[in-house]
């Protein structure tokens, strides 16, 4: 099982950096996340937000591993918990699946990504800066494992 953790954005500030590692390096090798960051499109006159999407999800596809389970992080999708991820990381564990999380850019994710999604989440009502949620899979993703094996880092 690995977990692929698609980011459209790069030249990160060095605070979330700092804070995805803390987390990623708190896992276990066999968990650990692989940040694949992803340049977005220039903010060129004369394109469309609809088109920056379409040529962002062209850059995203490109990315997504065949045969991975692929999980879109949108505002629109299922709210889901700690436990719930706790689960699904138990799962994916067991069968030994592949996960692509993907976190899209400024303007969101194009709906043709969404439409490879086997599931959409949200993680909020509220909508966060692209860069702060790849700290937040990072951080949620060890609070599922430290849950899974009753790890003190989680107190219920």
């Keep these: 099982m690995k977990i692929s953790l698609l980011s459209l954005g790069h030249k990160m500030p060095d605070w979330v950096n700092a804070a995805y590692q803390t987390y990623n390096d708190r896992l276990p090798a066999h ?68 996960i692509n999380l993907i976190i899209g850019g400024a303007d969101g994710l194009d709906e043709s990504i969404l439409k490879l999604a086997k599931q959409t989440w949200s993680l909020s009502k509220l909508i966060f800066p692209h860069q702060l949620v790849r700290v937040i899979m990072a951080e ?3 609070r599922a494992y430290s849950m899974l094996n009753n790890h003190p880092y989680h107190r219920e």
């Design 31 to 98: 968990l650990k996340i692989n940040l694949v960051e992803l340049n977005p499109v220039s903010r060129q006159k004369g394109l469309s937000i609809a088109q920056i999407k379409s040529h962002e999800a062209q850059i995203i596809s490109k990315q997504l591993k065949p045969g991975a389970l692929n999980i879109a992080l949108d505002e629109k999708g299922r709210s889901i918990s700690t436990t719930f991820l706790s689960q699904q990381l138990a799962n994916w564990q067991m069968q030994g699946q592949d």
């Design 140 to 142: 949620q993703i060890y």
